[in-house]
């Protein structure tokens, strides 16, 4: 029997609030078979999220100890709290032949970039200003410095997009969707 053919991992990126993980979740309703990895962080929960579902929930000193280890394929400081990307589980996933996608932010994206140069970044980006200004307000869930910071760092991730091989434009979850899939390359 053939040996599998190793995938290309996937890594989504977009600034805050463009609907990364709506798009995701969509995706994944109808194939399951996309892999996402579950990113650690010091954040709290918000309501409804669950450890290991949404996040890893880590303590600061947790997530040291995963960067001293090694174990993160990649991290970030955003909005006052750290995420990072649990490097084995993303690996033995591709290495299994499964599609793997990433859904992470810039900074998080270079990084990736740099460790693992074969891999697809994919920018997600909003319509327009307003409209991601909009989305960012109406979440609800954020205090008005947190909306601040994160408006400020959409105005940074904006400017990246020449960096990415491919952008999707958030019209339609549904259509953004079925793009990803099809990069995905997932039957």
Excluded: C
Aim: hydrophobic share 40%.
């Amino acid at each position: 029997m053939a040996a599998e053919v190793r995938q290309r991992l996937t890594v989504l990126s977009g600034p805050s609030g463009v609907g990364k993980s709506t798009v995701v979740a969509h995706m994944r309703k109808a194939h399951p078979e996309v892999w996402l990895s579950v990113s650690a962080t010091t954040r709290k929960p918000r309501p409804g999220e669950r450890h290991g579902v949404q996040y890893f929930f880590v303590t600061d000193d947790e997530f040291d100890k995963l960067v001293a280890n090694g174990e993160l394929l990649e991290w970030a400081q955003f909005a006052g709290n750290r995420y990072g990307t649990p490097r084995a589980a993303v690996m033995d996933r591709l290495d299994a032949g499964a599609p793997v996608l990433l859904e992470i932010d810039l900074q998080g994206a270079r990084q990736v970039k740099e460790s693992m140069p074969d891999s697809r970044l994919v920018f997600l980006a909003p319509p327009d200003w307003d409209e991601l200004v909009r989305r960012l307000t109406g979440r609800g869930t954020e205090p008005p410095d947190v909306i601040e910071r994160r408006l400020a760092a959409a105005r940074v991730e904006l400017a990246a997009e020449p960096e990415f091989d491919t952008t999707l434009v958030n019209t339609s979850v549904e259509d953004v969707a079925r793009e990803l899939l099809a990069l995905l390359a997932v039957s």
